[in-house]
């Protein structure tokens, strides 16, 4: 999560590959060194603008930048950083959940500690957390980011249903889109992280509504994933499959397609994190997206969210360019450079007070934070990036019918009692 992306989630990505450059006009003429960084990004869609923006406001400097999907980008960043060809700049998520997750990195030594920067101090003590490794931070995360369902108010119009409150309903919502001709939701799993959406949006609710402490739990060995709700989760994922609640061949859709069947009203939505907002604009710009809660129970009340850190940004410990690296790093934690983020990719800014004004399709989600009905990524607190690999390999085998919920919940605490 991913995501995470994910996750985590999170974060906005894709899945296709993308090389740019952007030019930023002559060398400055003092100051010494290269005026031009080197940036590995999963923001696409997104971090465009900023790198416009950031060497407008510095003339004489060039970003050299390239973008790609989580997968595809996690494998690569390590091997770029333990061969010495990482960029200056790179995506980081948050917290211990996969190969780019900060502690991962930072253990080794391959970040750059950057509580020294002015904005470390401000960030909230729960972005702070996962921003951060043994008390130092690594990572300047920008954006807050959830998990829910993203409906086309237009294909929703057309269709005449209303987005479900209940669980009750939402099974109801999936048949009688089903029966209009227009799957409920595009999913697009054959990009293995996209797996863990659904059910971390259905694990906040009956996992985390009865027991908050759950993680704590899961720390002290007082929990697993297979003796818990985490199996009432799993179980409801694939009623909503079994119900039709998706389109055909999830597992044959990678995640640029499932973008363009919501964007299109191919389908009435898609379970995904907000980021995917601004890339359904980009692909339908015409078109109006709303975020909402994916229900899990029949009490509407009882409803969480998965809400947290996106993925923001680390510097290479080995940065051709650190101070360069530093300064771009400082105008993404800026008012100008966040809003600028998070305006592009549906989120909400990581700091107050930066003069942001919420998207109004961010309502439900702005009201679920503001309450405290959210709670995060599933896997920024697991003990190692393995857990999360094994949940997306294991949804992936149990949809093409190669594996069940038991033993995929099995493997998780298999590898979750491994530890660090």
Same mark, same amino acid.
């Given at each position: 999560?991913?995501?995470?992306?994910?996750?985590?989630?999170?974060?906005?990505?894709?899945?296709?590959?993308?090389?740019?450059?952007?030019?930023?006009?002559?060398?400055?003429?003092?100051?010494?060194?290269?005026?031009?960084?080197?940036?590995?990004?999963?923001?696409?869609?997104?971090?465009?603008?900023?790198?416009?923006?950031?060497?407008?406001?510095? $003339?004489?400097?060039?970003?050299?930048?390239?973008?790609?999907?989580?997968?595809?980008?996690?494998?690569?960043?390590?091997?770029?950083?333990?061969?010495?060809?990482?960029?200056?700049?790179?995506?980081?998520?948050?917290?211990?959940?996969?190969? @780019?997750?900060?502690?991962?990195?930072?253990?080794?030594?391959?970040?750059?500690?950057?509580?020294?920067?002015?904005?470390?101090?401000?960030?909230?003590?729960?972005?702070?957390?996962?921003?951060?490794?043994?008390?130092?931070?690594?990572?300047?995360?920008?954006?807050?980011? @959830?998990?829910?369902?993203?409906?086309?108010?237009?294909?929703?119009?057309?269709?005449?249903?209303?987005?479900?409150?209940?669980?009750?309903?939402?099974?109801?919502?999936?048949?009688?889109?089903?029966?209009?001709?227009?799957?409920?939701?595009?999913?697009?799993?054959?990009?293995?992280?996209?797996?863990?959406?659904?059910?971390?949006?259905?694990?906040?609710?009956?996992?985390? @509504? $009865?027991?908050?402490?759950?993680?704590?739990?899961?720390?002290?060995?007082?929990?697993?994933?297979?003796?818990?709700?985490?199996?009432?989760?799993?179980?409801?994922?694939?009623?909503?499959?079994?119900?039709?609640?998706?389109?055909?061949?999830?597992? @044959?859709? *990678?995640?640029?397609?499932?973008?363009?069947?919501?964007?299109?009203?191919?389908?009435?939505?898609?379970?995904?994190? *907000?980021?995917?907002?601004?890339?359904?604009?980009?692909?339908?710009?015409?078109?109006?997206?709303?975020?909402?809660?994916? $229900?899990?129970?029949?009490?509407?009340?009882?409803?969480?969210?998965?809400?947290?850190?996106?993925?923001?940004?680390?510097?290479?410990?080995?940065?051709?360019?650190?101070?360069?690296?530093?300064?771009?790093?400082?105008?993404?934690?800026?008012?100008?450079?966040? *809003?600028?983020?998070?305006?592009?990719?549906?989120?909400? $800014?990581?700091?107050?007070?930066?003069?942001?004004?919420?998207?109004?399709?961010?309502?439900?989600?702005?009201?679920?934070?503001?309450?405290?009905?959210?709670?995060?990524?599933?896997?920024?607190?697991?003990?190692?990036?393995?857990?999360?690999?094994?949940?997306?390999?294991?949804?992936?085998?149990?949809?093409?019918?190669?594996?069940?919920?038991?033993?995929?919940?099995?493997?998780?605490?298999?590898?979750?009692?491994?530890?660090?």
């Amino acid at each position: 999560m991913k995501t995470r992306i994910p996750i985590a989630l999170a974060a906005a990505v894709t899945t296709a590959a993308l090389l740019a450059a952007c030019s930023g006009g002559t060398k400055a003429g003092s100051g010494g060194g290269s005026q031009t960084l080197t940036l590995a990004s999963v923001d696409q869609g997104s971090v465009e603008d900023v790198v416009k923006a950031f060497e407008k406001a510095n $003339p004489g400097v060039k970003v050299r930048y390239t973008t790609s999907g989580a997968d595809q980008y996690q494998q690569q960043i390590r091997t770029q950083l333990s061969s010495g060809t990482a960029p200056d700049v790179m995506s980081v998520w948050p917290g211990n959940g996969n190969p @780019g997750a900060t502690y991962v990195l930072a253990e080794p030594g391959y970040l750059r500690d950057l509580s020294d920067q002015p904005w470390a101090a401000e960030l909230p003590e729960a972005v702070k957390s996962v921003a951060q490794y043994e008390g130092k931070t690594y990572n300047a995360v920008f954006g807050q980011n @959830g998990i829910g369902a993203v409906y086309n108010q237009q294909a929703m119009e057309k269709a005449g249903l209303t987005p479900p409150d209940t669980w009750t309903e939402l099974l109801a919502f999936c048949r009688d889109a089903k029966a209009k001709g227009t799957p409920a939701f595009a999913l697009g799993i054959q990009d293995n992280w996209v797996t863990q959406l659904v059910l971390y949006a259905l694990v906040a609710t009956t996992v985390y @509504g $009865p027991d908050r402490d759950f993680d704590q739990k899961m720390q002290a060995g007082q929990a697993t994933f297979a003796k818990s709700p985490w199996t009432t989760a799993v179980d409801k994922y694939l009623t909503m499959e079994k119900t039709g609640c998706f389109q055909k061949n999830p597992l @044959g859709t *990678n995640y640029e397609a499932s973008q363009q069947l919501a964007a299109t009203g191919k389908t009435l939505g898609i379970v995904q994190g *907000n980021w995917v907002i601004a890339l359904l604009k980009g692909k339908n710009p015409n078109g109006t997206f709303t975020f909402k809660a994916l $229900p899990a129970t029949d009490d509407p009340s009882a409803t969480l969210i998965p809400a947290a850190a996106g993925a923001g940004y680390g510097v290479n410990a080995k940065a051709k360019n650190e101070d360069l690296a530093l300064k771009f790093v400082t105008f993404v934690m800026s008012p100008e450079g966040m *809003n600028l983020f998070v305006k592009k990719q549906g989120g909400l $800014p990581s700091l107050p007070d930066t003069g942001y004004a919420v998207d109004p399709s961010l309502t439900e989600l702005s009201t679920f934070i503001q309450d405290g009905r959210t709670v995060p990524f599933m896997d920024q607190l697991w003990p190692n990036a393995k857990v999360q690999q094994t949940m997306l390999s294991g949804l992936q085998e149990i949809f093409s019918g190669q594996s069940t919920p038991r033993e995929l919940l099995g493997d998780m605490d298999s590898d979750y009692k491994a530890g660090s």
